[in-house]
Structure formats: C-alpha cells, structure tokens
C-alpha cells in the first residue's frame, strides 16, 4: 500500500494527478508520443530526462499522470554512487546541473532563467559554508560554473523544446475522467514509488511499453 512516508511532507505525491514529468524509472508512454517528441533528450543524460520528457509531452498538450496503483523499487544506484559510470564521476554535480538545464531551456526567458539558477547555486554555496559542509558547497559552484560553461548544449536543449507544437491544454481538475493504465512490478525491499504515465487527454487506456 503506497503511503507518505515518516517525515515526508504530504504533497499529494501518491495521488493519481496529473504532473510535470517523473524518473525514467516505470515509466509508461504510449508510442505515438515517444515518436511525436522524439524520444529523450540527450542533453540531459542519466538525470532529468524524464522530468524534461514530461514537461515536453504537457506542453505538446498531453497528459502526465502519477499512477500509484503501479509501483516498484528504484535503487538508485547511479544518483548513490553505488553504481560507476563512463557519464560522470560526481552524481550530484551532474544532477544538479540537468536540473538547472530543464528549468533554463523551457524558460520563455532564457537569460533570465539562468542567470536566476547560477545565483541560486551561489547562495546554496553560501549556506553549505555556514553549515560545514563545504564539499557540497563545491559542488554548487562546479554545477554554475558548468552550466555556464555549456549554454550552447541548453540553447539547443531550448531549440528542441521550442519546436514542439503547442497543444490543447487540459483541465488538472478533470483529470479523474480520464483513462488509468496501470501495471505493477515488485522487488524484495524498500518502498515503493509512483511511476509516471504519459498518456492524451480523452484516449483509452492502452497496453503500455515500459521504457527504462
């Protein structure tokens, strides 16, 4: 049974709503719009792939849904560092710069969006020195600077995005009319996660493809 964990913060992150995106990780999309958005960006590899996926299928006027009656353990081995990686040595430099990269290539302000970011990495940086933890301060500052030093990747990430036709926008409020897919898989320990689901406003429920 799915539930909001000790010391969570209920934000209706178990409900079957729709979202902006989610993990890779159980997600479900329906082939038709895998194709019509071109798959994943590669500007954003290992992390945030799925959140910009999402965000791409709201805008092309889809629906992205948590669906809590599908569940399944996510280990996250690579953001942990218990899993190497040829992509990067440093998990949560990397995180965090594809974080900022989503925000700042689907900003209708660019500039602004990353100007915005890199000053919040600075003082994120500042609050990690006063708390001791000067490591993570480091990581603030790598993360700015790298994203700085990769606006061209973000500019096409924002070309990409741009070029994804506008569809008709749905009502969050209905979101109980529409159709639920649901699949589920276990593993032996932790607890569970809501898996995405991508669908369009008003299809029926297909047989959805797993794409992890």
């Known amino acids: 049974?799915?539930?909001?964990?000790?010391?969570?913060?209920?934000?209706?992150?178990?409900?079957?709503?729709?979202?902006?995106?989610?993990?890779?990780?159980?997600?479900?999309?329906?082939?038709?719009?895998?194709?019509?958005?071109?798959?994943?960006?590669?500007?954003?590899?290992?992390?945030?792939?799925?959140?910009?996926?999402?965000?791409?299928?709201?805008?092309?006027?889809?629906?992205?849904?948590?669906?809590?009656?599908?569940?399944?353990?996510?280990?996250?081995?690579?953001?942990?560092?218990?899993?190497?990686?040829?992509?990067?040595?440093?998990?949560?430099?990397?995180?965090?710069?594809?974080g900022m990269r989503v925000v700042v290539a689907h900003s209708a302000h660019r500039l602004s969006a990353q100007s915005m970011v890199?000053?919040?990495?600075?003082?994120?940086?500042?609050?990690?020195?006063?708390?001791?933890?000067?490591?993570?301060?480091v990581t603030e500052m790598r993360a700015a600077v790298e994203l700085l030093a990769n606006s061209r990747t973000t500019a096409e990430a924002a070309t990409r995005v741009s070029a994804v036709p506008e569809g008709a926008r749905h009502d969050p409020s209905k979101a109980w009319l529409l159709p639920t897919a649901t699949n589920s898989a276990t593993q032996p320990t932790s607890s569970p996660a809501s898996s995405p689901n991508v669908s369009r406003a008003g299809d029926r429920a297909p047989t959805p493809a797993s794409m992890n």
């Open 118 to 137: 890199v000053f919040g990495c600075l003082v994120q940086a500042v609050g990690f020195l006063l708390g001791k933890a000067p490591s993570r301060a």
């Open 1 to 98: 049974m799915l539930s909001v964990e000790p010391g969570d913060i209920d934000q209706h992150q178990v409900d079957a709503l729709p979202v902006l995106g989610g993990s890779t990780a159980g997600m479900f999309v329906r082939r038709r719009l895998w194709d019509s958005l071109n798959g994943l960006d590669e500007a954003f590899p290992l992390f945030r792939d799925g959140v910009e996926f999402g965000w791409r299928a709201n805008r092309h006027g889809d629906v992205v849904r948590a669906c809590p009656q599908s569940s399944l353990v996510h280990w996250q081995a690579g953001r942990r560092g218990v899993r190497s990686s040829a992509i990067t040595r440093d998990p949560a430099r990397l995180d965090r710069v594809l």
